[in-house]
């Protein structure tokens, strides 16, 4: 696969895996993927757990769940997020960026442009709403045959400093080739970001994964087989739309935007 297809195609997959077990061969591939990543004076600060027990898988798929439940009946996920929250393909056409609601029950349609208000919350709750995706994101985790967790090495981790700076600029690289390697083996990968959005969740998490001292638990995510056709889920979103070179490229100076550029190549 040529590099730019796979960066194209490059997507957070939102539903269901495969039950299969990723192939130890392509374990140690996404892992050498990862290790090939820059780093600061090839400090390589990233250190990998990889997760194939079912207690492990279902437990933190357990605390997902439940994290995404109380983060979205409290309103703080909503609070936090509604910057990117888009409800209609006019509003994602414009920004082109965040995430476009565009797969939601009928009953719920009418009301997304009350969803950041008060009497928004209260209606989400009485339909269920946190109940219904808290329920689905155990699903899907539980559903993984593979989570990863990224940890930083403390010594280079360091925030306030430079090197924490450099530590997760690295990490965010080795993510990246991870990413790329799941579109050339045929697989899917979610960040399980819920539980660091409810206080003391997130430590259960690092608890459980017994993350030495001399570490910080930074990301975990989902992998697994990608099916033949993706089923998505009852509430789902999209967000392949992207900004134009024109509202994020600049030449020579940062007050004077990219030109002719926005046509996408070839077209």
């Known amino acids: 696969m040529e590099l730019l297809d796979a960066i194209r195609r490059r997507k957070t997959t939102n539903g269901p895996f495969l039950p299969d077990p990723v192939s130890e061969e392509h374990q140690r591939i996404l892992l050498e993927a990862a290790g090939r990543a820059p780093s600061q004076l090839n400090s390589q600060p990233w250190r990998f757990v990889v997760i194939e027990s079912r207690d492990t898988i279902e437990t933190i798929a357990r605390i997902s769940g439940e994290s995404m439940t ?11 997020y509604k910057p990117y929250f888009r409800f209609s393909q006019a509003e994602m056409d414009e920004k082109r960026s965040g995430m476009l609601f565009d797969k939601l029950p009928a009953a719920l349609r009418p009301f997304t442009s009350q969803v950041f208000t008060k009497r928004g919350q209260t209606l989400m709750n009485t339909f269920g709403v946190p109940k219904t995706l808290g329920a689905e994101n155990r699903k899907l985790v539980a559903g993984s045959p593979l989570l990863l967790g990224v940890m930083l090495d403390r010594s280079e981790y360091r925030p306030g400093q430079l090197s924490s700076f450099y530590s997760v600029f690295s990490m965010g690289a080795a ?6 390697t799941t579109v050339e083996l045929g697989m899917g990968i979610q960040f399980i970001s819920f539980p660091m959005e409810v206080p003391g969740r997130w430590d259960e998490i690092v608890q459980l994964l017994r993350v030495p001292d001399d570490l910080e638990l930074m990301a975990v995510y989902r992998l ?8 998505r889920p009852a509430i789902d979103w999209s967000s392949s739309q992207r900004r134009l070179a024109s509202q994020y490229v600049f030449r020579e100076t940062g007050d004077a935007p990219q030109q002719g550029w926005d046509a996408p190549l070839g077209g």
């Open 224 to 231: 697994g087989y990608l099916p033949p056709e993706q089923r």
């Open 175 to 180: 993510m990246e080739n991870v990413w790329l």
């Open 70 to 80: 109380e983060a979205m009946s409290n309103g703080t996920f909503f609070e936090r």
